[in-house]
């Protein structure tokens, strides 16, 4: 699921990049939540967690079901 995972995060990192932001994925545990940590403009942006659940989190639950939640470390 791991490298599911990545690959969703891989479609929505140009789209972070141009904002001079980033995601990094940190660990999916085995009940789906998935931990990630934003960097760059993201880590500070007051609109990081619509950015995290809005987009982030709905790109990686539409590619990879399984997850239940995206969580911000």
Known sequence: MKAKVEAAINKIR???QADGGNVELVDVSDDGVVQVRLQGACAGC???QMTLKNGIERVIKE???E???VVSV
Do not use: C, G
């Open 14 to 16: 140009p789209m972070l």
């Open 67 to 69: 997850v239940k939640s």
């Open 46 to 48: 007051p609109m990081s």
């Open 63 to 65: 590619t990879v079901p």
